[in-house]
């Protein structure tokens, strides 16, 4: 089968300064591809040009057979999005938004009253469904615009950051609800920055920074595809200095250390049982004190740190 939607070198500018950058990726139909990065990264940006908000500045895409640039309209009726930054319209209260949507979407009379309460109840907004959205949090408004999409179940659906200033209960619940549009047929396109909502809802996460993808896979490939296969967390009671870092980086089937911070140390590494002792042999010949020792397995974190020797969080705050 043909890819639902192809972005073949997808690129946008904002004056000098390039959002997304020769971007191609191919989404199948009915899978749920992550786009994962930092804030920043051109995650939005990509969106908005996939639903022709806004313009390519260089490349295309193709949703379903229609050109974007080409026959936007047609592209259009193929997707349902749910925004980052919900808009605010005319009607405020989620009893009118969501009734207007889905009379939007073709639904009758009958139809609306009757999807209109379903969604509200699984939103859990059934009671504040005549409030303002005005004076809603920002997590009550991501609920109401999720339920735009769990309304249309358009055959792509395009959700940005669904979850964000969502409490964790509030996330599975949301979490189950894509997966279930997703069985019942839907191809689901989801930016997030959060690690955890990739792995687990995703069937292939794509990463991307700096407007660029820098990698596509399944979340299992990708953890199992970075060398050093154990991860290694330890904290020292005090900062570890230049040389020492180096020493330690020259310590056999160790592959890579990252610095979290000065006395934290991330060590990438091959046949952990084995190097360990030696790591802490290191550490006691250079009288850094390990304050605390862990082994995890590797992230999409690590994988992101990888690409780009820094994990998300510190990407974000550059
Ligand atoms: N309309 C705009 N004008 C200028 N710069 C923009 C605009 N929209 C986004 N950007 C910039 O493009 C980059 C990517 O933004 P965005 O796509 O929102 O990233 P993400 O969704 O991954 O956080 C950011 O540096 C952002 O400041
Ligand atoms: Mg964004």
Same mark, same amino acid.
């Given at each position: 089968?043909?890819p ?10 904002? =004056?000098?300064? @390039?959002?997304?950058?020769?971007? !191609? ?8 591809l =992550?786009?994962?990065? &930092? !804030?920043?990264a051109?995650? @939005? @940006? ?19 057979p229609?050109?974007?640039?080409q026959e &936007? ?12 930054e919900?808009?605010?319209?005319? /009607?405020?209260s989620?009893?009118?938004i ?5 009379k939007?979407c073709?639904?009758? +009379?009958?139809?609306?009253?009757k ?6 109840e699984?939103v ?13 949090? =920002?997590?009550?408004r ?11 179940? &358009?055959?792509?659906a ?7 200033q ?7 619940r949301?979490?189950n ?5 997703r ?7 989801? +930016? ?5 909502e990739?792995d687990?809802?995703?069937d292939?996460?794509?990463?991307m920074h ?8 399944? &979340? ?7 060398? =050093?296969?154990? /991860?290694v967390?330890?904290a020292?009671e005090?900062?570890?200095t230049?040389?020492a ?5 020259e310590?056999p ?16 590494? !091959? ?9 802490t042999?290191?550490f006691?010949?250079?009288?850094l ?9 590797p992230?999409l974190?690590? /994988?992101?740190?990888h690409?780009?020797g820094? @994990?998300?969080?510190?990407a974000?705050?550059?």
């Open positions: 089968m043909p639902i939607i192809r972005m073949v070198n997808l690129t946008k500018k904002f =004056g000098e300064f @390039t959002a997304v950058d020769h971007l !191609n990726l191919e989404v199948e139909e009915g899978e749920i =992550g786009l994962l990065g &930092p !804030n920043g051109g995650k @939005t @940006t990509t969106l908005l040009m996939l639903t022709t908000v806004i313009k390519p500045t260089e490349g295309t895409a193709f949703v379903g229609y050109d974007v640039g &936007p309209d047609k592209a259009r009726t193929l997707i349902g999005m749910a925004f980052q919900p808009k605010l319209l005319w /009607v405020d989620p009893w009118d969501l009734n207007w949507h889905a939007v073709g639904l009758s +009379a009958e139809e609306r009253k999807k209109v309460r379903w969604v509200l699984q859990e907004l059934w009671n504040d469904r005549l409030k303002s959205v005005h004076a809603f949090s =920002g997590g009550m991501k609920r109401v615009e999720i339920a735009k999409i769990l309304i249309q179940r &358009p055959k792509i395009i959700v940005d950051e669904p979850t964000a969502i409490d964790i209960v509030g996330k599975h949301i979490w609800m894509l997966r279930e549009l069985d019942e047929g839907s191809t689901i396109l989801l +930016a997030t920055n959060e690690l955890y990739a687990v809802l995703s292939r996460v794509a990463i700096k407007g660029k993808l820098l990698v596509c896979d399944e &979340p299992k490939k990708l953890k199992d595809s970075i060398p =050093g296969g154990d /991860v967390e330890i020292l005090k900062d570890i230049t040389a870092l180096a020493k330690l980086k310590i089937r160790v592959v890579n250390v990252l610095t979290i911070k000065q006395n934290q140390l991330k060590i990438y590494l !091959n046949q952990a049982e084995e190097v360990l002792p030696k790591i042999e290191f006691m010949k250079e009288r004190q390990v304050k605390s020792i862990r082994m995890s397995e992230s974190d690590d /994988v992101f740190a690409y780009t820094l @994990t998300i969080e510190e974000q705050r550059e």
